[in-house]
């Protein structure tokens, strides 16, 4: 047992005069009204607001992916090209960058006033700076000083998704009932990459008609702009949905039984920046090495391909376009299967799957994809999926369970953030320099396979969390008949660990039960 088992199984009372120690607090049995029963329906609700959230993300991921080499002739203009690539490639890096502020700062106003109002912040800011990049005046009209405004919105977009990916994992991972929360919450990620194939089509479908209207100069002129303002009206339906969602159960019982109190000492406690770090610095490595192998392969599949296939490959941007899109929507069609697959068999399993696959299809792939013909191409493109649905498919319900309801939110975003801004969105960057350095078109292979080694240590010490209540909730069920079922087992239940709830705090049980109300999701536990 590692130190987030040791640190979960034991919620401290008061210190004991005589060694100083706080001992484990005593926590009544579970009872059938401590158990959350969350309808289905409210489930599909919720999840689908966090959804588009991060369809709205991942669409300016694959417009400014698939416009890196446009953007080059756009916004610096004069400069060589191999610099000029790198300093496109650089903006997309630069938003990563600016992630841990964001996570740092969104992640515990999260804990303390609520996932939903965090959601609904980021997403707003989001649409509104990815709309603002398609007004920008360009190098032709003010010179190389133009990259300075593309710098600066795209870290208030890398500043709003420092708390994005962070609080609508933590969002599905609270309203997923326990048993099959890989297979709920792996459709946010399902939002992800269907987001990026959306931006790919809006590029080809934008480069199609306009260079078939105005010519072949049509997306250097004007044609960039379009998938950049088409992000207005998304967003505008993203921040509706995102206003219709409720607060998560898990938070609002927590809340309302007074188990979110700030107290540093306790790390079943709402924790500050401070408090994360000190408590949970081993789950916070896990949970980075996680992130940075899926983040490698992802961003190397998505934002970082389109580039290497026009450069290094030879193709056109609407074929690399053309080529990443229907991989794109079979490998998100996948992902909830492969969530599935983590609530019967576990996430450590599916994990080591994609560390192997990882190691085993990454170099074959990328020798694949120097054939240069489509065919090639698709088949390089879905042995790069491989590994990425298998990481990406468990990730958004682990990683929120490594840490406790209080500082969930907080510490999903420090831990996301900080790997994701240093090795996940720096991969189109650092790929390309390390092609450019060694003149090995193999590099980004060998650089998303150290990552999944690094990952695969991690994976071995972590805590298995499949079909277990998150650290610090209640048990969390469709039907009452399955909190029925687990009461009466919980004796003989290895997954059940009443010394990580809140029973202690709850008010006295009624015949009602603890539900997701139908009206507006909002959790109630009535008083007997």
């Known amino acids: 047992m590692n130190s987030s088992d040791n640190a979960a199984s034991s ?46 993300e991942w669409f300016d991921f694959g417009i400014y992916g698939y416009l890196a080499v446009t953007m080059t002739v ?60 398609g007004v920008l005046p360009t190098a032709a009209q003010i010179g190389l000083w133009a990259i300075a405004p593309l710098y600066l919105l795209k870290m208030i977009q890398g500043f709003s998704t420092g708390g994005e990916y962070a609080g609508a994992s933590t969002y599905v991972a609270e309203f997923s009932p326990d048993r099959r929360r890989g297979f709920w919450a792996s459709w946010l990620d399902v939002g ?105 392969a992802g961003y190397a599949l998505t934002s970082y391909m389109p580039t290497y296939l026009e450069k290094d490959v030879g193709v056109s941007n609407l074929t690399a376009a053309v080529a990443t899109i229907p991989v794109l929507l079979i490998m998100s069609a996948c992902l909830p299967l492969v969530g599935r697959m983590s609530d019967k068999l576990g996430r450590k399993p599916v994990y080591l799957m994609a560390v192997g696959a990882s190691l085993a299809l990454m170099v074959p792939a990328f020798a694949v994809m120097q054939i240069g013909e489509i065919w090639a191409i698709f088949i390089a493109l879905f042995m790069v999926a491989v590994p990425v649905a298998l990481w990406a498919g468990p990730s958004a319900a682990s990683l929120p369970a490594f840490f406790p309801t209080a500082s969930r939110f907080g510490a999903m975003a420090i831990a996301y953030n900080l790997s994701v801004s240093l090795f996940g969105g720096t991969t189109p960057l650092f790929s390309e320099f390390l092609i450019q350095l060694t003149g090995n078109t193999f590099m980004p292979a060998f650089y998303i396979m150290f990552f999944a080694a690094v990952a695969g240590v991690g994976v071995l010490t972590m805590r298995e969390t499949a079909r277990r209540p998150l650290i610090g909730s209640v048990p969390t069920v469709e039907t009452k008949a399955e909190a029925e079922e687990l009461v009466k087992g919980q004796d003989d239940n290895p997954l059940i660990d009443t010394h990580t709830m809140p029973l202690d705090i709850l008010p006295p049980a009624s015949t009602t039960g603890a539900t997701a109300d139908g009206q507006d999701g909002r959790v109630t536990t009535p008083a007997g």
């Open 192 to 296: 992800s990459y269907v987001g990026f194939a959306a931006g790919a089509g809006t590029v080809a479908l934008t480069t199609l008609i306009a260079e078939g209207l105005a010519g072949p100069d049509a997306m250097t002129e004007f044609g960039w702009r379009i998938p950049f303002l088409i992000a207005l009206p998304l967003g505008a339906v993203a921040v509706w949905f995102r206003l219709k969602i409720p607060e998560t159960p898990a938070y609002e019982v927590a809340e309302t039984a007074g188990g979110i109190e700030s107290e540093h000492e306790d790390p079943m406690a709402r924790q500050g920046v401070f408090g994360i770090f000190r408590h949970f610095w081993r789950q916070i490595l896990i949970a980075m090495a996680i992130v940075a192998a899926t983040n490698t």
């Open 74 to 133: 756009v916004f610096t203009e004069g400069l060589p090209p191999e610099a000029g690539i790198l300093v496109t490639l650089f903006g997309f890096a630069v938003s990563f960058l600016v992630r841990p502020l964001g996570g740092l700062v969104l992640g515990p106003l999260g804990d303390k006033i609520g996932r939903k109002k965090i959601l609904f912040l980021t997403m707003s800011m989001m649409a509104a700076a990815t709309a603002l990049i």
């Open 11 to 56: 919620s401290p009372a008061s210190p004991s005069p005589k060694t100083g120690r706080k001992p484990a607090r005593k926590t009544r049995r579970l009872r059938v009204d401590d158990v959350l029963v969350v309808k289905r329906s409210r489930i599909r609700t919720a999840i689908s607001g966090t959804v588009v959230g991060n369809f709205m």
